[in-house]
């Protein structure tokens, strides 16, 4: 089957065109649009050795997407589409064929995730407008925690508050958390019982998972809980927020832009959200760039031992994301903070990239292995589409 993803961002636009059998997903062909919504949108597009780019002029995420969809092949190729979708809320729990009340549902759900939601809905819509007559699949970032146990899903508030407004801990990246956990298991044949998977990239996230099922993770009710990030500051004193607002004088608005978009990385730094800049400025000698790679790898390593709380222990621990994937120096840090749980990484496994999807990075006597996985997120919600798709032929 042949099966169009969609992964939309706030400002960003993945798609991918991919034929799915049995366990193999082969990327037929990948497009992004970045910067949409700015005078300098770009949309590149590789198809095996054939590439190319293009200037998009597109006001949002789903005009960016119909012009995509104009590209030869896209809209009579695939049998099917799959939609990435960042918040299912308390609803949404498992992949979903997608009707008009899914979409509006989806939409409301924009009160949890402001940034996400309300554009998700919007490319549901045009995918529904461009493929009436093909059946779209929306895949939750979020469903794959919905295995959290009541102790780890809770925050220590009034509970009939949280019940009242679905406060949960509703953990995001999932998608990716699962990905990873599903190509380890492909490769050493079994699922570790252990895992922790800890994803780097500009949203930075970690997952603890029992027998492949997420029992605790870092973030919470929105992205914005756990680890440090590019620009997002992870966790703070919730009364640094009220003195913000208080003391400082900052609205409501002002304090949510100073914690998603200038924190983290960026903010500490003051030079960049990308680990690359940051690591040239420190070779340079730029004291806050070093701090900030301090303070990301300590954070996370400070995560991953938490999560060993939810596990009674660890027996693997994966890196995955734009930095998990590609810092070695990050992933260097992040073990040897690590050592006392028996994390021991080999050197040179660490240096070289082999360009394989999975590999070992620990020594061979390492208490706990641990892995470099190139996670694929188009490819789980093809394979997830597909899924859903073949279950529900069969309820038929
Ligand atoms: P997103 O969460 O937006 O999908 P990515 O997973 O693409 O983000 O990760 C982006 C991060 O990965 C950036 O901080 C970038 O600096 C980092 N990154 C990408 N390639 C490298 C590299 N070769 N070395 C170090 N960091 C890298």
């Known amino acids: 089957m042949r099966v169009l993803v969609v992964n939309p961002g706030s400002a960003t636009l993945k798609c991918g065109l991919y034929q799915v059998s049995g366990p193999s997903v082969t990327a037929l062909w990948t497009g992004v649009v ?8 770009v ?41 990435r979708v960042v918040h299912g809320g308390e609803r949404f729990t498992a992949p979903i064929l997608v009707d008009a009340g899914v979409v509006e549902a989806i ?13 998700s809905a ?32 809770a925050y220590a508030l009034p509970y009939t508050l949280m019940e009242q407004h679905g406060l949960w801990r509703y953990g995001f990246h999932g998608i990716a958390h699962r990905n990873v956990m599903e190509q380890l298991r492909a490769h050493r044949q079994a699922c570790p019982a252990r895992l922790i998977t800890c994803h780097l990239g500009n949203g930075a996230s970690v997952c603890a998972q029992r027998d492949g099922r997420s029992v605790e993770t870092s973030m919470g009710l929105t992205p914005m809980e756990g680890l ?41 730094s003051g030079v960049s959200n990308d680990l690359r800049d940051l690591e040239r400025a420190a070779g340079a000698g730029d004291v806050r760039a070093e701090l900030a790679m301090q303070m990301f790898a300590y954070r996370a ?37 690590l050592a006392f749980l028996g994390v021991e990484l080999d050197a040179g ?5 082999d ?25 789980q919600v093809a394979q997830e589409t597909v899924r859903l798709l073949a279950s529900s032929t069969a309820e038929v």
Request: net charge negative; hydrophobic share 40%.
């Open 122 to 153: 919007d490319v549901l819509q045009t995918i529904q407008d461009r493929l009436p007559d093909r059946p779209i699949v929306a895949v939750f970032d979020t469903a794959f925690h919905r295995t959290l146990p009541p102790v780890a899903r």
């Open 43 to 83: 949309f590149r597009w590789q198809s095996g050795a054939t590439s190319g780019q293009t200037e998009v002029i597109a006001g949002d995420v789903s005009a960016a997407l119909h012009q995509v969809l104009d590209s030869p092949g896209l809209t009579d190729g695939p049998d099917a589409a799959g939609c």
């Open 301 to 337: 390593a400070k995560a991953i031992a938490a999560h060993t709380v939810a596990l009674g222990g660890v027996d693997a621990i994966t890196f995955s994301g734009g930095i998990g994937e590609n810092s070695a120096t990050m992933r260097a840090r992040v073990g040897e903070l």
């Open 349 to 353: 496994r660490n240096q070289q990239d």
């Open 34 to 41: 970045d910067r949409v919504g700015t005078d300098t949108a």
């Open 107 to 119: 939409r409301a759900l924009g009160v949890l995730a402001p940034l996400h939601n309300p554009v």
């Open 228 to 268: 440090m990030m590019g620009t997002r500051s992870g966790d703070v004193d919730p009364g640094l927020v009220l003195h913000l607002q208080r003391a400082v004088g900052m609205s409501s608005a002002e304090v949510e832009t100073l914690l998603n978009r200038e924190s983290g990385l960026r903010g500490v």
């Open 355 to 379: 360009g394989a999807r999975v590999r070992r990075i620990s020594t061979d006597a390492s208490h706990v292995e641990v892995y470099v996985v190139r996670v694929d997120e188009n490819a």
